[in-house]
């Protein structure tokens, strides 16, 4: 089933479960009811910020809308190396192990992440909605959120509301090796 379908299916059965015209999700996302009705005839694929939207109304993770009930599993075990694998950027800085990946609608997403030396975010800060946990299992990371400052080292932890504009630095000699986790699910 192509992605449009997913989406679609799914926003639209979550939508009359829940009693909702599209008049009645477009007021309360702040999407507008054109754009609902063509993701759920699955003439468009949303945004990332469009299904963060949506995912807020009913409680959703953004994963929600995405995989496929049969794709996806109650209880997840891994061990490394067999973890799905991500880059977070073209600079290649960042690569992740997803814990979560295969939960059937998860609320959270957690990742062992290897930050390179020197790897960053990048220079411009961001922001978004949910929650964060960042545990440094070795390494040197600085994270800045709102101005202020935090330097990590080992077994240090730092958790703050992501809709506070931060960014991150691995300002260490090697690789820092992280468990990042995110409440609801975004990217990190």
């Avoid at 609902?36 to 995912?55: A, C, N």
């Avoid at 807020?56 to 190396?81: A, L, M, W």
């Avoid at 978004?128 to 946990?133: A, C, N, R």
């Amino acid at each position: 089933m192509r992605i449009k379908k997913i989406v679609g299916k799914k926003l639209k059965a979550i939508r009359l479960k829940n009693d909702m015209t599209i008049q009645e999700l477009s007021d309360r996302a702040g999407v507008s009811s054109n754009m609902i009705s063509r993701i759920e005839r699955g003439l468009t694929i949303p945004s990332v910020e469009i299904l963060m939207k949506l995912s807020v109304v009913f409680d959703k993770s953004i994963n929600y809308f995405v995989e496929e009930v049969r794709n996806t599993h109650e209880v997840v075990f891994s061990s490394p190396g067999t973890r799905a694998k991500t880059v977070y950027d073209d600079q290649d800085n960042m690569h992740t192990e997803s814990f979560t990946s295969g939960l059937r609608d998860p609320q959270f997403m957690s990742f062992y992440c290897t930050v390179q030396a020197g790897g960053s975010s990048g220079h411009d800060h961001m922001y978004h909605p949910g929650d964060e946990l960042i545990y440094l299992i070795n390494g040197e990371l600085q994270v800045t959120i709102d101005g202020e400052v935090f330097i990590l080292r080992t077994g240090d932890s730092l958790s703050f509301k992501s809709h506070l504009p931060h960014r991150w630095q691995n300002i260490g000699v090697g690789d820092a090796h992280v468990i990042w986790t995110l409440s609801p699910f975004t990217t990190i």
